[in-house]
């Protein structure tokens, strides 16, 4: 199986600092690119720390920007996603002689020009901050990269969800990834009619069997991968104040129900 990134997903390393602290640091470097190249911009932003079963931050965070030229600069590129660098020629003196005057006595050293590839800083680099010891840090930023994931849908899965989880809270939260704006057409026979209905990916659904509340979320063919690059994002998804409350979601394997 191949490693494998995804536009707009973000990798970051950051410390005991929890969502709040790395939103506010990302959005107030993107503010000052925003004044010095052009004024502001609209983009969502979305980040979700790691922590254990004992709620402890283990230093590193998943998350995603709405904005492809802002994801670009964050992982340190150019805003049209090429590398930051230049060119410098460096004339060095060769070994050969060239005679210019016919006159054996007079000779002048060659020289030969090399291009040497300088990188250049990144045009977003996020303040410092000062940790619980004391000690300066700084978050860094990469893109996400994981194992492509042979054997699974792409679609992810949750159990049994608590009332207060509606189908409108999951679109706000899961719409936001589908990439495929298309609108599909899907037509099925149902007493003996044929309907058509408009679909557009993703397509979230709650259904209840048994007493309990499960949801699928089934991503577009078109977005390859998406499920497990959002999954990063949303393994377990905190929905309220209150730290244990809690939802896990899955990966949906081919064959599944």
Not at 20 to 26: K, T
Request: charged share 35%; glycine share 6%.
């Amino acid at each position: 199986m191949a490693d494998i990134s995804k536009e707009k997903f973000l990798y970051f390393f950051t410390g005991k600092l929890d969502n709040a602290q790395v939103v506010e640091m990302i959005k107030n470097s993107l503010e000052k690119y925003f004044k010095e190249n052009g004024g502001k911009r609209d983009y969502r932003l979305i980040v979700n720390t790691v922590e254990n079963k004992e709620y402890e931050k283990q230093g590193y965070a998943f998350g995603w920007i709405s904005d492809i030229g802002l994801y670009n600069v964050l992982i340190g590129l150019n805003e049209d996603g090429t590398e930051r660098f230049e060119e410098k020629i460096i004339q060095e003196a060769s070994e050969n002689f060239t005679d210019l005057s016919q006159d054996w006595g007079t000779l002048a050293l060659e020289t030969d020009e090399k291009t040497e590839k300088i990188v250049l800083p990144p045009l977003i680099k996020l303040d410092p901050y000062v940790d619980e010891e004391g000690i300066e840090r700084t978050v860094d930023v990469f893109k996400t990269i994981v194992r492509e994931k042979n054997g699974f849908k792409n679609e992810l899965y949750a159990t049994n969800l608590p009332k207060e989880i509606t189908l409108d809270y999951l679109e706000r939260n899961f719409k936001v990834f589908g990439e495929d704006k298309t609108i599909h057409i899907s037509k099925k026979r149902e007493n003996g009619e044929k309907k058509t209905k408009k679909l557009q990916f993703p397509l979230i659904k709650i259904t209840e069997k048994n007493g309990k509340r499960n949801c699928t979320i089934t991503y577009s063919p078109f977005d390859k991968n998406m499920a497990t690059f959002v999954l990063t994002i949303f393994k377990k998804m905190r929905y309220s104040r209150d730290k244990t409350k809690l939802i896990f979601f899955s990966q949906s394997k081919n064959g599944y129900r």
